[in-house]
């Protein structure tokens, strides 16, 4: 199965920063939408951010105004800078990508951990 890789995450400070990417493949093709979720344990997975292959950005209202989603389309990668972290952004994130027929590849994911 074809899985997207991801990287960038770690154990930060509150109030500091991390940048999370996130590559599909070069066997994926047409990629729409590009978008990086999360996950704590015994919750469900939300949505945090994602980008359509135009440019166009959906946030949650949880991380606007300090998480940026942007992505290089020539090289399918996403990436998600992370500013003025907060305890409760420890989750394990993971990006999603999904084709023109709406097909959804998913990362591993990464762990995201902000503690003092």
């Known amino acids: 199965q074809v899985q997207l890789v991801e990287s960038g995450g770690g154990l930060v400070q509150p109030g500091g920063s991390l940048r999370l990417s996130c590559a599909a493949p070069g066997s994926i093709y047409r990629i729409n939408n590009m978008g990086w979720y999360r996950q704590v344990p015994g919750k469900q997975r939300e949505l945090v951010a994602r980008?359509?292959?135009?440019?166009?950005?959906r946030y949650a209202d949880f991380v606007k105004g300090r998480f940026t989603i942007s992505r290089d389309n020539a090289k399918n990668t996403v990436f998600l800078q992370m500013n003025t972290l907060k305890p409760e952004d420890t989750a394990v994130y993971y990006c999603n990508a999904v084709n023109s027929v709406n097909y959804i590849y998913w990362g591993q994911g990464t762990q995201v951990t902000v503690s003092s």
């Open positions: 980008i359509t292959s135009g440019g166009s950005t």
